[in-house]
């Protein structure tokens, strides 16, 4: 051994503590989300639903002090969303709920999560059982809903005017601390920052500024601080993701003076950055008055040596060297070579963890029974990344020879999926390399192709549609289980699964809806369908991960070339077309969200997997077409989910993502009109690039921000047709005719009315079928008013 490496050992020789900085909450089996729905329904009491609760936090502290961390973490975990928990322990919940004393404190949170119908007074919707109190009277939408940063994760967005109010208001946190605390785990804390909160949320009065709210918001942060530390807690991670973003500099500059507020009455405090390099936010981060700082060695790993030389060594160096956001095993040994440079360096205290909350991947392979034994031997999930920060801990503190069993494994792994002749496929990188220049580009420009295309279709003024999906019923999830597990034959499923479409195409007939779909009864999942049809893809039976609220999903893994081997959805699609005269829209998922909304291979770089996925669907749309459907739509709400944190990759990120859509949509004619779907998103600042998709018509969520959104397609002149949707899918309130017509008249104020689409915010798989008809012919309803007045006033002009 050189001196070198014998100086690097005797540095990294020494405890290393582990710990997480979130755990995945709805439980091995998604138990939180079957309590949740259960209460929803009101076949279940609160206390049930908190034991449940209780239950899951306890299994999950648990695994982590099985798995040797140094503490649990607490505070994590939600019923809901934690966003949506701080801004009850903040006390600012938005004014307009009318929420009063008498109001539970679970039935504000629910009420601000899936929103308040025009009768809840009566319903008590989500009161414990027994409540008799007057709640709010008037309907009200939930809060808005985004992406939790670039993930696929939605959190409640907090609405913030200069009427707001914060104080401390709320015990879940410090009950949940005294939970832990009396199971005798050694505990710390997890809040979201200051800072970070106020950014994530919108300001709701006219030229407000949220920023100006933290002089009122840094006193309450400093009581729940010092609560904490009356309890004996002696960490606590403060979450500061935004360092990792493009600063105003007032922001960048308020977090110095803010920390040392905060530090006056603290615990140690634990910074947590994730998700993106710090670059210039680096030097900042480091000379916080903190007692340690989280940085993310995944999607950062070149500032790690930056980092351990501004650091002081008096402060804790916390290393993200586990991926949280995906499921392939750690390369231990290229963990380890860039963990002891940095371990030689800082002479504090060094702690792994992984790079993010485990939040974003699946609880437990032990479930995964079925699973291709060579493609589960290739991953990890959160219980097996908690393993492997034990590995790479004791291997840094006691040499490699204590860990040398498991050390051989991961190597043993990693060498046998890098020669597995079911990665690559050589007949798929020739057709891309073969591909022909314009292969993205449709025939015409879009005024020729919109007069081909209302020439055959002949829509009225404000066509009515639906985003793809109804109710996925308790009859179609048993049938579909039924023929998964070979109880049912093929032919009586598709007997049932045709039934479904007849009645879903029946039941939009009789609403008078324009443009039709067949209605998804046969899909499991808007991702998981297609990639279990598409070679390169690996199915788990429990990897699910959490989407918003109850809403899991369960992501395939790509884990080598994509190629489509048949047609994925053309009989279903001919099936309905043939029931009915009105055009039937195909229904696919795009490139990019299959994309983002899989475990993506880690093998070659993103883009190219991402090309493999739009060829394949470029072949399911030109089958399509073959078939005689005149409309196919391509969702794409995962675009924006994709684009990178920090502006510098935005030009080249949106340029790979916008030839993949269109790659995908560009072998067709000129009268086959191509939509595509984005929902829960901030989409005003990439509008040049969604206009380069070149889809003739798009759909786009924007009833919860009061159609906010469309200002900006607006603003922009955005060329093609575009449907806002006129209410949310994702509360079970049902909007009124009214109300409905006044989001399409301010529609129509910034879209020209020959190019509006009136349709609802996103698919209506989770919904029940009484709610789905009531909005659907208040929809119809409000197009038809809209349109009627519209053609009064231009027959007068």
Not at 101 to 106: D, G, K, S, V, Y
Not at 115 to 140: F, P, R
Not at 489 to 516: N, S, T
Not at 773 to 778: G, N, P, Q, S, T
Request: aromatic share 8%.
């Amino acid at each position: 051994m050189s001196l070198a490496a014998v100086a690097v050992t005797a540095a990294t020789r020494r405890p290393v503590l582990t710990h997480t900085l979130g755990f995945p909450r709805m439980g091995a089996q998604r138990a939180l989300k079957f309590a949740l729905e259960s209460f929803w329904r009101g076949d279940s009491t609160e206390a049930d639903l908190q034991a449940t609760a209780a239950q899951l936090r306890q299994l999950h502290w648990q695994a982590q002090a099985d798995a040797g961390l140094g503490f649990v973490t607490v505070g994590d975990f939600a019923l809901y969303d934690h966003v949506a928990n701080h801004i009850q322990l903040l006390g600012c919940e938005p004014a307009r709920f009318g929420f009063d004393a008498h109001t539970p404190e679970l039935a504000r949170y629910f009420a601000m999560a899936r929103g308040v119908s025009a009768h809840a007074s009566d319903d008590h919707q989500g009161c414990s059982a027994g409540c008799t109190a007057k709640h709010t009277t008037a309907g009200q939408p939930a809060l808005e809903m985004t992406k939790w940063f670039d993930t696929n994760y939605h959190y409640l967005v907090p609405e913030f005017s200069a009427h707001t109010q914060f104080h401390l208001a709320n015990e879940r946190l410090f009950a949940e601390v005294a939970e832990a605390q009396a199971l005798g785990h050694r505990v710390k804390a997890v809040l979201l920052g200051p800072l970070s909160f106020l950014w994530l949320g919108k300001s709701k009065t006219a030229g407000f500024d949220r920023f100006s709210l933290l002089t009122q918001l840094l006193p309450v942060y400093e009581a729940v601080l010092a609560r904490l530390k009356a309890q004996g807690v002696e960490w606590v991670q403060i979450d500061e993701p935004i360092l990792g973003l493009d600063l105003p500099d007032t922001w960048r500059h308020a977090f110095e003076p803010s920390y040392w507020q905060l530090a006056r009455s603290a615990p140690k405090l634990l910074l947590a950055t994730y998700f993106s390099p710090l670059a210039e936010n680096l030097r900042l981060a480091c000379q916080l008055p903190v007692a340690g700082l989280h940085v993310d060695a995944v999607r950062a790993p070149d500032e790690l040596v930056g980092v351990a030389d501004w650091l002081p060594s008096h402060k804790v160096l916390s290393v993200g060297i586990v991926d949280g956001r995906n499921i392939w095993r750690t390369d231990l040994d290229a963990a380890l070579q860039k963990l002891r440079p940095v371990a030689n360096k800082h002479q504090g205290e060094l702690w792994l963890a992984p790079s993010c909350s485990l939040l974003h991947v699946p609880f437990s392979l032990q479930a995964e029974t079925q699973l291709d034994a060579e493609v589960k031997s290739w991953l990890a999930f959160a219980v097996e990344k908690l393993d492997e920060l034990r590995v790479l801990s004791t291997a840094l503190s006691q040499g490699e020879a204590a860990v040398d069993d498991e050390l051989h494994a991961a190597r043993t792994a990693l060498a046998a999926r890098r020669a597995s002749p079911r990665v690559h496929r050589a007949t798929v990188a020739a057709r891309i390399a073969a591909a022909a220049p314009g292969a993205d580009q449709r025939a015409s420009a879009f005024p020729d192709r919109q007069k081909a295309q209302r020439a055959r279709l002949k829509l009225p003024l404000l066509p009515t549609t639906t985003i793809g999906s109804f109710p996925q019923t308790a009859e179609i999830r048993a049938a579909r289980a039924a023929f998964k597990r070979g109880a049912l034959d093929a032919a009586h499923y598709q007997q049932k699964m045709e039934a479904e479409i007849e009645l879903a195409v029946r039941k939009q007939e009789a609403l008078g809806i324009d443009v039709l779909v067949h209605g998804e009864a046969e899909r499991n999942d808007m991702v998981e369908y297609f990639g279990e049809q598409l070679d390169g893809f690996a199915f788990t039976a429990n990897g699910w991960v959490q989407s918003y609220g109850s809403r899991c999903v369960k992501p395939p893994i790509i884990y080598g070339d994509v190629a489509r081997p048949k047609p994925m959805t053309v009989a279903w699609t001919q099936y309905a077309q043939s029931l009915t005269t009105k055009p039937m829209k195909g229904m696919l998922t795009g490139p990019i969200t299959i994309l983002q909304w899989s475990f993506v291979r880690d093998d070659q770089p993103r883009a190219t997997t991402a090309d493999q996925i739009a060829w394949a669907i470029r072949d399911e749309v030109c089958d399509l077409e073959a078939a005689g459907i005149a409309i196919i739509q391509i969702d794409e709400p995962a675009i924006r989910e994709g684009l990178p944190l920090r502006r510098a990759g935005w030009k080249s990120y949106l340029e790979r993502a916008t030839r993949a859509f269109r790659i995908s949509a560009s072998g067709v004619r000129n009268d086959t009109q191509i939509h595509t779907h984005m929902c829960y998103s901030e989409f005003n600042d990439i509008l040049p690039a969604i206009a380069a998709m070149d889809a003739d018509v798009i759909t786009i969520e924007t009833s919860r921000s009061d159609m906010e959104l469309l200002q900006g397609f607006g603003d922009f002149r955005y060329p093609n047709e575009i449907g806002p949707g006129v209410y949310d899918i994702h509360s079970p309130r049902v909007p009124g005719v009214q109300e409905m017509a006044a989001l399409l008249e301010k529609a129509a104020e910034v879209v020209p009315v020959e190019h509006l689409w009136v349709n609802p915010d996103c698919g209506l798989k989770t919904r029940g079928w009484p709610e789905t008809e009531a909005a659907l012919r208040h929809m119809v309803q409000a197009a038809q008013a809209v349109r009627e007045r519209l053609l009064e006033e231009a027959a007068l002009a």
